[in-house]
């Protein structure tokens, strides 16, 4: 479901392989039997909210899978392809880049004709590309650098809006990461 315009989503993408793929099976099935069982918007929201809750601390455990953007070049590239969105009108006031998936929050503004799908796609191959040639050696050719598909979850409200934003932000320390992951390139935040 993508976001009608005006909107705020937090994207998620993960790289391919980064969570196993027992789990993620495991996963996917409770959470479609939390929305079969969500029996109001605010239930279904709930489970949405757990979902990805659990999700992220899959991915967060970075038990399989690569660890490519680890890579500060990498993660210049990326991050800067995540910001040259809003030269299309797009507008990104936060980002997270961890060391198997990234965070995003974005904001499609009223008015401005953007598909978020066709600028999630174009990301997506912009980035897999330039990995792909940053990566010469370390990622087969027919690999793919990015899982197919994104997570995304609306923001519904500004107070909604500061707490992901927090998160996002304090998502580096939470995981100890070494303190590089705690600026430019791997965070980047506004008001």
């Known amino acids: 479901m993508l976001p009608p315009e005006g909107e ?7 790289l391919a392989g980064s969570i196993p793929a027992r789990a993620g099976h495991e996963l996917h099935a409770r959470r479609v039997a939390a929305q079969q069982a969500a029996d109001s918007p605010e239930a279904h929201r709930r489970a949405e909210k757990q979902w990805f809750a659990a999700f992220d601390a899959l991915l967060d455990a970075r038990t399989v899978g690569p660890d490519y953007l680890e890579k500060e070049k990498l993660a210049e590239t990326i991050a800067g392809e995540l910001l040259m969105l809003e030269e299309q009108g797009l507008q990104v006031p936060c980002l997270v880049l961890l060391p198997n ?19 999630i796609d174009l ?6 590309a330039q ?19 994104f997570h995304e979850l609306p923001i519904r409200d500004e107070q909604e809006l500061a707490r992901v934003q927090t998160y996002l932000l304090a998502h580096p320390r ?11 390139p791997y965070v980047f935040g506004r008001s």
Do not use: M, N
């Open 174 to 184: 939470r995981l100890q990461l070494p303190e590089r992951f705690h600026d430019w």
């Open 8 to 14: 705020t989503i937090l994207l998620t993408l993960r």
């Open 101 to 119: 998936h990234l965070h995003a929050v974005l904001r499609l503004p009223v008015g401005s004709g953007l598909s978020l799908y066709k600028a």
């Open 123 to 128: 990301l997506h191959q912009r980035t897999a």
């Open 131 to 149: 990995a792909r040639r940053l990566l010469r050696g370390h990622l087969p050719s027919e690999a793919d650098f990015w899982q197919t598909g």
